[in-house]
């Protein structure tokens, strides 16, 4: 954590103490249906807390209840039970949100409209006088990298450009809370890249940011903790190395040179059983000649000796063995598989 970073979260726990969004019990249920019949529980007792400077990622399959918690935060939609807090007043209020800046997954500018005078126009959404509007407009343009691009008509814009012109719009208050939904759907690498650098720089300004993508490398890549959402209820919160150590199987990548055709089918099958587990735990695929990459996906240390003691007896030369950290996707699609389908 960098000196800022802890100056901050220092300066936030002497303050009232309150953290920028704590969620608690939060529930809502949709009457679903023309007759009410088939009400639809999309949060279903949701704890949530992030602090100063945090980027929180909320991961979730599609219909978890992602757009509904960040439609709460905004105050447009009213949950069934529970609190919803930001910055310790409720959400909704005067005061939560003029600390909100939000990015909405679709964001439509006018095509007519420059960088600059998009900037305008919500500025004086948001009540700025000329001179804040002027003044804040430079600082945004820098900071998105649109300096130079902003009397362009939007229209001419890529949709890296566009989205990061989305990122000023929303920060045109200086909202010390950023809720960004999908900021980075439908970008290319360069795009996304330039999106995250824009999120990093926020992050280090001591901003909050409450992210919900489904792109998992780029949750992996910039949230500093991470909730997963399944069927309106949170599975797991924590950084993605808290959440990823709790997998009960480990990865090991194993490279090694065979005379024979080590990927068959009843090869694996058979080594499988030797060691007794599951013949769909080893994968394996031929790299040149002779050289195979096996991976396999155990739950006892025990059987990765057994593994290498089969290996050997084979006569395989094992070149290169290793331990692969399980990623945010193996967490959530265990996650999902474990809670997603099943009636509770
Ligand atoms: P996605 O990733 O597909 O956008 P999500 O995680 O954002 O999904 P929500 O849009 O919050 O999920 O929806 C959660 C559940 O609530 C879904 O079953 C959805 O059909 C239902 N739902 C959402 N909005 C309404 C509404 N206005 N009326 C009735 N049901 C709704």
Known sequence: MSQLHESLHSEMQ????????????????????????????????????????EVFGILGP?????????????????PTSGSAH??????????????????????????????????????RLSGMTSVAIA?????LLDLVGLSGRDREPVSRFSKGMYQRLGLAQALMHDPDLLILDEPTDGLDP???????????????????????????????????????????????????DELTQHLSSETYRINLESAEQFDRADNLQSIAQQIGIDHDSLLCRKRAEGIFELHASLSERSQLD????????????????????????????????DHGDRAE
Do not use: W
Not at 99 to 110: A, F, K, N, W
């Open 14 to 53: 002497n303050q009232s103490g309150a953290a920028v969004l704590d969620v608690q019990g939060l529930t809502k249920r949709y009457s679903g249906g023309v007759f009410k019949r088939n009400p639809i529980e999309a949060l279903r007792g949701v704890d949530l807390k992030a602090g100063l400077g």
């Open 62 to 78: 599609n219909g978890a209840g992602k757009t509904t918690l960040i439609k709460v935060l905004l105050g447009v939609v009213k």
């Open 86 to 123: 930001l910055f310790g007043q409720s959400v909704g209020s005067v005061e939560a949100r003029r600390r909100v800046g939000y990015l909405p997954e679709s964001l439509r500018i006018d095509r007519h409209h420059t960088a600059r005078s998009a900037l305008a126009y919500y500025g």
């Open 135 to 139: 003044k804040r407009t430079e600082e």
């Open 190 to 240: 360069v795009g996304r890249n330039g999106v995250r650098r824009v999120i990093e720089t926020l992050r280090e300004q001591g901003k909050t940011i409450f992210l919900n993508s489904h792109i998992l490398q780029e949750v992996e890549l910039v949230c500093t903790r991470v909730a997963i959402l399944a069927r309106g209820k949170i599975r797991g919160v924590g950084t993605v």
């Open 306 to 337: 057994s593994l290498v003691d089969c290996l050997r007896e084979s006569k395989n030369s094992i070149q290169h063995l290793e331990k692969q950290r399980p990623s945010l996707e193996d967490l959530f699609m265990k996650l999902v598989e």
